[in-house]
């Protein structure tokens, strides 16, 4: 038995050892070598990569990265906590509403950012609609800044808050809320005091769910941002595109990494049971 | 009194839903809306489905289309088979190098996993010579893929009972026979929804292919996020609307053969 | 089910491969050639061209810098040539193949940057200047005028380290090409300051939204601004006060090329007169063709924006190769600003 689950454990340990460890460890090489002059890199070897990472300016792409992350992480639980209890509340039509939630999820990433790109700028609809209501008399501008990306970052993350969400709701023992209402409890305290404690597992999924992508984005500030809400993301593909510094942007993945690792470690260690 | 109120939460909680679903399809459907406007700017000027013609006539996005489409079905194919075969096998005796190293892969920002292949391809190229290509993007597709496949699968493993193949070893079948026959079509669901998946995944990829890929391998989400660049154009309007028809259509297609 | 997913994805493969012509690659400016050139010389030679395009020197440089890229011939500015150069980046260009080099202006046959023209073949001059909306009054004339707040959101500046840092430093007096880390770092805290000014750092894509009106003032070559205003009456341009770059873009043959002799031959056809005078009106552009320029209608000759006033070509100040030193703290200097 053990060969037979060797031979069907094998294909995956070549793919994730040759396609994913491997690639990882040439760019930890990369990240403690130098730049060539015009690009690519060089030896000697030097941790000046990571020391460039301390400037102000590099931290302050990093905050608003965590900033942005996070605030698109809380507006998804704010909007998507809601809706997952109507679902879990629905009965029969659950799997319908289900299926609405993640509709959009099947479409495409980029097709959904280009939405919000068609809706928010200076001729597109929205300032239309409120230039002719006379609401405003010239066009507002909704594109090309922090807010325009975290809607994007919201509506592309939304179905991953809700999923979660609502698989932790959906297990809840209706006797519970009985109970506290048997006691005494009006509806907004027994939500309180009840429900959400009991989902707590549901909205650090949900949470990790959204957080990590977001921190990590690049297609949504890229064409929501305009190029000047910089985050991590458009960084790190910076530095190997047109800055051509290899070094510099290995450095910037290898720390985002550990980031992520730290935010794992610290959120998921309490949860025994995990997704594999 | 208490059913009162819970019916007026209830009436709230369901406008609320009304709302939060509009919010997430209303944008598509004005997108795919406007694909249909003669004019290319936000006034509607009539009826005309010359984006379409001209979306269906571009040879570039025709080639594209076909690139995604190869690559996806390449990608989709061994990354399902590998993952099943990894899925089964945790499922018997977990791994935990293997189930963290898949668990990395799935929560690494896209971008770090673009670019670490994009290294790591350019440093096998001074050894072996391999230019980037269609290969170089399925490989990496079928890399981030696995992951997918593996959490859908076993998901799906999970709710089966494993005292059926134990019924199949005493009764003298042998391990391979037991996962052919009884296992395999136990989960061909999971199975098929995880290929689904990987085929979504691989389809809608811009920021890993858009690293890898070479002169020969640019793919529908390359061409969209040039035209997208530029600004507004009607033409990425028209793609928008037929690839959200087409992913509709196969869901649906898949949720009918999954229910039959 | 596999099987059948398998026969598809290898019938597709085989059609791709079924097209037997040779095929040249060829990765150029986008907008910076006539609609019909590549299909001419598709079907006289009896070959296959894939043209892909990009809107910048570093997108190309990055692209082809790993030496596996897939393309025969790029185009870049004249500055670039000789960095890729130090990465044996470029095939030696033979002379003897082209027959049409004797069309080159004199003045391009001996440029500074290549005197031999051993490595690269002048293609078309651009220079930058500002496009702005006539609704603008009174309208740009200096590049001070592009650190104006009234512009505060409606502005764009070239996504392009040498272009953006040159027109600091022609607002602070300096060349363009300078070379002194102290001038630089001014020159960088002036896009600093200017940043928050800024809608985005576009470079020929924001021709779309200066015509629909959403962008007041763009810092835009010559070419893609003279594109925009065939498009639309409101739009002008202008060289600024303070002086203005000018590039000549190049020609070169890959060192990964298989196909160098093929590659020969595409820019042999470039050389053409009437090819490159095809290629001049439909990007509008200055061509370095003197067989060219004698075609040219003489509507298009007189254009101010393509062919300025002596005093104004006198402003202007040619990009020259920048020390290694000097290129490499650019390019930091430039990711502190995207950053900023």
Redesign the interface.
């Known amino acids: ?1 053990n060969r ?3 031979w ?2 094998a ?3 070549i ?2 050892g040759g ?6 460890a ?2 930890f090489a ?1 990240s403690l070598l130098t730049r060539g002059v015009y690009g690519g890199i060089a030896r000697p070897w030097t941790a000046e990569s990571y020391q460039r990472l301390a400037d102000p300016i590099y931290l302050g792409i990093l905050w608003r990265s965590v900033w942005i992350a996070a605030l698109s992480t809380v507006l998804c639980l704010a ?1 998507g906590f ?2 997952a ?3 879990s ?1 629905s009965g029969r039509h659950k799997n319908l ?1 289900l ?3 993640m ?2 999820f ?7 950012t ?6 928010l ?1 200076d ?3 929205i300032n ?1 609609v409120l230039e002719k209501l006379g609401v405003i008399r010239a066009p507002l501008p909704l594109l090309y800044n922090n807010g325009a990306v975290i809607l994007g970052l919201v ?1 592309g993350y ?2 991953f808050m809700v999923l979660p969400l609502y698989a932790t709701l959906e297990r809840l023992d209706r006797n519970l809320l009985e109970a506290a ?1 048997d006691l005494g409890a ?2 907004w305290s027994a939500l309180t005091r009840v429900t959400i404690p009991l989902c707590a597992p549901g909205i650090r999924a949900g949470a ?1 769910l959204v957080f ?2 977001c ?5 949504t500030p890229d ?1 929501l941002g305009g190029g000047k809400s910089v985050m991590i ?1 458009n960084l ?2 910076n530095q ?1 595109t047109t800055a051509r510094d ?1 070094p510099f ?2 450095a910037i ?1 290898l720390a ?2 550990a980031i ?2 730290a935010l ?1 470690v610290g959120f998921l260690r309490r949860q025994e049971e ?3 | 009194m ?1 059913r009162v ?2 019916n007026r ?2 009436l709230g ?2 406008m ?2 009304v709302a ?2 509009l ?3 209303l ?2 459907l ?2 795919a809306a ?1 694909s249909f406007n003669r004019s290319r ?3 509607w000027q009539g009826f005309s489905l010359a984006w379409y013609r001209a979306a269906l006539h571009d040879s570039q996005l025709l080639e594209a289309s ?1 690139n995604s ?2 690559i996806a ?2 990608a ?2 061994v990354s399902t ?3 099943t ?2 899925a ?3 499922w ?2 977990n ?1 935990p190098a ?2 963290g ?13 673009g ?9 096998i ?1 001074r050894f072996l ?6 290969h170089t993007v399925i ?2 597709h ?2 981030f893929s ?1 992951a997918f496949v ?2 859908v699968v ?1 998901a799906r493993l999970r709710t089966m009972d494993g005292q059926l193949e134990e019924a199949a070893l005493d009764l003298g079948a042998n ?2 026979q037991a996962f052919r026959y009884i296992t395999l079509p136990v989960i061909l669901p999971g199975v098929l929804a995880a290929a689904l998946l990987a085929f ?1 995944v691989s ?2 990829d ?2 890993i292919t858009s ?1 890898v890929a ?3 391998s ?1 793919t529908l ?1 390359m061409v ?2 040039a035209i ?6 009607p033409v ?2 028209a793609i ?1 609307a037929l ?2 028809i087409g ?2 259509a196969l ?1 649906l297609i898949s ?1 009918r053969l999954r229910s039959a | 089910m ?1 099987r059948r ?2 026969l ?2 290898s019938a ?2 085989a059609g ?1 491969s079924l097209d037997r012509r040779p095929r040249l ?1 060829v990765f150029n400016w986008s907008s910076y050639i006539a609609p019909d050139t590549v299909p001419k010389f598709e079907s006289e030679f009896g070959v296959r061209v ?1 043209y ?1 395009v990009y809107e910048s020197n570093e997108e190309m440089l990055a692209r082809v810098m ?6 025969d011939i790029v185009f870049p500015t004249n500055y670039i040539v000789h960095p890729m150069l130090a990465n044996a980046l470029l095939a030696p260009i033979r002379r003897d193949l082209l027959t049409n080099l004797a069309q080159l202006e004199p003045s391009f046959q001996q440029p500074e940057w290549d005197p031999q023209l051993k490595w690269s073949m002048p293609y078309m001059v651009t220079a930058a200047g500002i496009a702005y909306n006539r609704k603008l009054a009174p309208p740009p004339r200096a590049w001070a005028d592009m650190w104006d707040e009234r512009l505060r959101g409606r502005m764009t500046m070239l996504d392009d380290p040498f272009d953006t840092l040159g027109a600091c430093l022609k607002k602070l007096g300096l060349s363009i090409n300078a070379n002194d880390p102290g001038e630089l770092r001014r020159a960088q805290a002036e896009a600093i300051r200017q940043k928050p000014l800024l809608r985005a750092y576009l470079n ?2 924001v ?3 200066l015509v ?1 009106g959403d962008v007041l003032a763009a810092h835009m070559w010559n070419t893609t601004a003279q594109q925009a205003m065939d498009s639309a009456g409101e739009l002008g341009f202008v060289y600024p006060a303070e002086g203005y770059a000018v590039y000549p873009d190049c020609m070169v043959i890959l060192r ?1 090329s298989k196909r160098p002799e093929l590659a020969h031959q595409f820019i042999n056809f470039l050389l053409r007169p009437d090819i490159a005078a095809a290629n001049a009106l439909a990007a509008r552009t200055t061509t370095t063709n003197r067989g060219a320029r004698a075609i040219l209608p003489a509507s298009f000759r007189e254009n101010p924006t393509l062919y300025p006033a002596p005093e104004v070509v006198a402003r202007g100040e040619w990009a020259k190769t920048l020390d290694p030193a000097a290129q490499r703290l650019r390019d930091r200097l430039w990711t502190e600003i995207k950053a900023a």
């Open positions: 038995m037979l689950r060797a069907f454990l294909p995956s340990w793919v994730m396609l994913f460890l491997a690639p990882l040439v760019i990369y909007l809601p809706l209890l109507f679902i509340r509403y299926s609405l939630v509709l959009p099947w479409t495409s990433f980029l097709v959904r280009y939405a919000w790109m068609f809706l700028r001729t597109g609809l239309i509506y939304l179905p209402a009006r509806p990790i990590i992508p921190l990590g984005a690049y297609l064409l993301g790190i593909q190997f290899w942007g290995s993945s985002l990494m992520v690792m794992l995990g997704l594999l | 208490n109120v819970v939460t209830g909680l369901a609320y839903a939060a679903f919010f997430l399809h944008p598509l004005i997108l406007f700017f936000t006034v076909s489409l190869i079905i390449f989709t194919v088979i590998i993952g075969l990894c089964y096998g945790m018997k005796r791994s293997l189930a190293s898949l668990y990395l892969s799935l929560v690494t920002p896209e971008i770090v996993t670019i670490s292949l994009l290294a790591f391809y350019q440093w190229f010579r391999i230019p980037l290509g269609m490989l990496a079928i890399a696995i593996v959490i076993m391990h391979w979504t389809f809608d811009y920021v690293l070479g002169v020969d640019e989400p969209i996020y997208a660049r530029r600004g507004v154009n990425v309007n928008s690839i959200v992913f509709g869901i949720e | 596999n997913y398998f598809i994805g597709g493969l791709c690659n894939r892909g790993g030496g596996n890229s897939g393309w020929a894509e021709r779309d939204q629909s990964e």
